[in-house]
C-alpha cells in the first residue's frame, strides 16, 4: 500500500491575461481556473500506481480560495484526500517559499509519504522549479522530467528523455518525481466520480497557523525573486526604399540583410 501524494495547481484558463504591472501578478480573478496539464498527467501515473499497487493519494494545492475546485475535480478522477492551503499570508510566494509551505504541509499531513508527484512545469509560470525545491526540502531524491514509471519494491524505475538519449533511473523510495505531460493522458471524471466528489468532500483547509508556518518564510516575506519589470514585448516595422539600378539594389539588399535572409532561409548565401 502506498501513500501518494499529489501536488496540484490551478493555473488560468487562458494564457493572455491583464496583469498587475505594480506588482508583476497575473490578475487571476479574471479568468477561469483550471488543473495545471501537467499536474493533471501527475495525478494520472499517481491513479495507475495506485491501481497496480494499492494505497491512497492525497492531492495537495496552495492558491486563493477557487483553487479548491481542482481538489474537487482530483477527487472526482480517483484521489482519496485533498489539502487546501489558502491563505493571504501565502500570497505572491515564489518557487522558494511554496516549496517551503508544501514541504511542512506534506511532513504535516503525510508524514509516511513514500512518492510525491509533481507536474513537470506550469502552463502560466512555467520555471519548472518547485518539484527539485520541494525534494530538497523534504531531503529526498527527485528526479524531473519523468515519461513513465514504475515501482519496484522500494525503488522508483523511471524513463525520460534528455537530448534524444532514452535515460533509465532509479531512486529510493521516499522520492518525488516530476511528470512530462506526453505519456499519462489523464482520464475524464466520471460522473459517480463527481457526485462522490461535491457529496462527500474530503477536502482540509489549511492556513498558515494551521501549520505553524515560519511567516518570514512564506509569501512575499519568504520570497527572494523580485520581479523588477513586466512588458509586453513590441514588434518595431520600418519601411525601406531603396534605390537605384537592380543590381544596386539587390547587392544592397544584400549586404544590408543577408545574414537575416541566410537565417530565414536556413543556407548560407554566400555559399550560394
Ligand atoms: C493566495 C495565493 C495567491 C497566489 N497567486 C498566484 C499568482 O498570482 N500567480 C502564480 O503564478 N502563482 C500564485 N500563487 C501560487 C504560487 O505562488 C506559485 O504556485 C509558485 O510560485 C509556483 O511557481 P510555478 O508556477 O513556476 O511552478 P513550477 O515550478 O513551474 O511548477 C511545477 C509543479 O510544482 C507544483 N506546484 C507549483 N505550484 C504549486 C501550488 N501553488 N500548489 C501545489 N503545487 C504546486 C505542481 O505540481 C507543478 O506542476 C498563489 C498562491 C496563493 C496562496
Redesign the pocket.
Known amino acids: 500500500m502506498l501513500n501518494l501524494v499529489?501536488?496540484?495547481?490551478?493555473?488560468p484558463m487562458v494564457s493572455e491575461l491583464p496583469w498587475n504591472p505594480k506588482t508583476g501578478?497575473?490578475k487571476?480573478e479574471l479568468a477561469e481556473g483550471m488543473m495545471?496539464p501537467?499536474?493533471a498527467h501527475?495525478l494520472e501515473a499517481a491513479l495507475q500506481i495506485k491501481s497496480r499497487h494499492g494505497g491512497k493519494i492525497t492531492v495537495?494545492?496552495?492558491?486563493?480560495p477557487m483553487?479548491e475546485e481542482v481538489l474537487y475535480e482530483a477527487m472526482a478522477m480517483g484521489a482519496d484526500h485533498g489539502v487546501l492551503?489558502?491563505?493571504?499570508a501565502?500570497?505572491?510566494?515564489?518557487?522558494f517559499?511554496?516549496s517551503y509551505?508544501?514541504a511542512r504541509t506534506i511532513e504535516n499531513q503525510c508524514p509516511d509519504f513514500d512518492l510525491v508527484?509533481?507536474?513537470?512545469?506550469?502552463s502560466?509560470?512555467?520555471?519548472?522549479?518547485?518539484?527539485p525545491?520541494?525534494a530538497e526540502e523534504l531531503d529526498i531524491p527527485a528526479a524531473a522530467y519523468v515519461e513513465q514509471l514504475e515501482i519496484e519494491g522500494r525503488m522508483v524505475r523511471m524513463q525520460r528523455i534528455s537530448d534524444n538519449f532514452l535515460e533509465i533511473m532509479e531512486i529510493k523510495l521516499p522520492g518525488l518525481v516530476?511528470i512530462m505531460d506526453r505519456v499519462y493522458a489523464p482520464r475524464y471524471p466520471s460522473l459517480e466520480g463527481l457526485m462522490q466528489a461535491y457529496e462527500r468532500p474530503r477536502i482540509k483547509i489549511l492556513s498558515a497557523k494551521n501549520l505553524a508556518l515560519d511567516a518570514n518564510a512564506i509569501?512575499q516575506e519568504g520570497s527572494p525573486t523580485k520581479i523588477i519589470n513586466v512588458y509586453s514585448p513590441t514588434a518595431e516595422k520600418k519601411n525601406v526604399v531603396l534605390k537605384g539600378t537592380a543590381k544596386k539594389v539587390v547587392d544592397e539588399i544584400f549586404n544590408k540583410y543577408g545574414e537575416k535572409i541566410s537565417s530565414a532561409m536556413g543556407k548560407d548565401l554566400k555559399k550560394m
Open positions: 499529489v501536488c496540484i495547481k490551478q493555473v501578478t497575473l487571476r495545471n501537467a499536474c501527475a495537495v494545492t496552495m492558491g486563493p483553487a492551503l489558502s491563505d493571504p501565502m500570497a505572491g510566494g515564489d518557487t517559499a511554496t509551505t508544501l508527484l509533481c507536474g513537470c512545469f506550469t502560466d509560470s512555467e520555471t519548472a522549479q518547485v518539484g525545491q520541494l516530476t509569501g
